[in-house]
């Protein structure tokens, strides 16, 4: 069984911190690692994808993959209490025709003005 | 550009009854996607459909099937329902035959009573 892990939380920050969020997978051949975001009643949106080793960022966001390790990471810097979600880690395995993405249960994030 | 349309929104249903959830991917994606999500178990993959074919399944019973139109439109149906059932039932449609980043509808709140 492919496992993500992720803290559940809740982790509080204050406004303007930075916060980090962290996962790990059991899959050592993984290939593809996504940060999806999901505010209280809707829907998950992706925020951050991430293929290879080393640090993406995207505004505010930083996605960090360390394969060796099998570990990746979402920062959030200056955090916004519009930032208040959960956080979900979502991983694809290998080839084939294995496609499905196997999700975290999420760790929520509150974000204190 | 509409998103991902799901209906209904809302279904409540008694033990034993069936129900048929509908999806309708973003137009021009051909991979459709199903998730069952609840607060223990968090998003828990069902399948996935490509081209009118299933690529993939998740370790559910054979109570959940689904299926996939011509037009990308998917549908999916869970017969003799169980109170373990009760959840939210997501839809994700993506543009590329793998299956990655993934854009899911509002999804179905299913109660059974």
């Not at chain 2, 609840?38 to 074919?53: K, V």
Request: glycine share 8%; charged share 15%.
């Amino acid at each position: 069984q492919k496992e993500v892990e992720q803290n559940s939380g809740p982790l509080s920050v204050p406004e303007g911190a930075i916060a980090s969020l962290n996962c790990t997978y059991s899959d050592r051949v993984s290939q593809s690692f996504f940060w999806y975001r999901q505010y209280s009643g809707k829907s998950p949106e992706l925020i951050m994808s991430i293929y290879s080793n080393g640090d993406k960022e995207d505004g505010r966001f930083t996605a960090q993959l360390n394969k060796a390790s099998q570990y990746v990471s979402l920062l959030i810097r200056d955090s916004q209490p519009s930032d208040s979600a959960t956080y979900l880690c979502a991983v694809r395995s290998s080839g084939g025709s294995n496609y499905k993405l196997t999700f975290g249960k999420g760790t929520l994030l509150t974000v204190n003005p | 550009k509409a998103g991902v349309t799901q209906t209904p929104r809302y279904l409540i249903k008694t033990r034993g009854q069936q129900v048929t959830l509908s999806c309708s991917p973003i137009s021009g994606h051909r991979s459709v996607s199903w998730y069952q999500q609840t607060p223990g178990q968090g998003l828990q993959f069902l399948f996935e459909y490509f081209s009118e074919t299933q690529r993939n399944k998740g370790n559910f019973p054979g109570r959940f099937s689904g299926r996939q139109f011509s037009n990308s439109r998917s549908e999916m149906n869970v017969s003799t329902l169980e109170l373990g059932d009760s959840a939210l039932y997501l839809c994700a449609s993506s543009l590329e035959a793998v299956n990655e980043k993934l854009f899911f509808g509002s999804g179905t709140q299913l109660s059974v009573l």
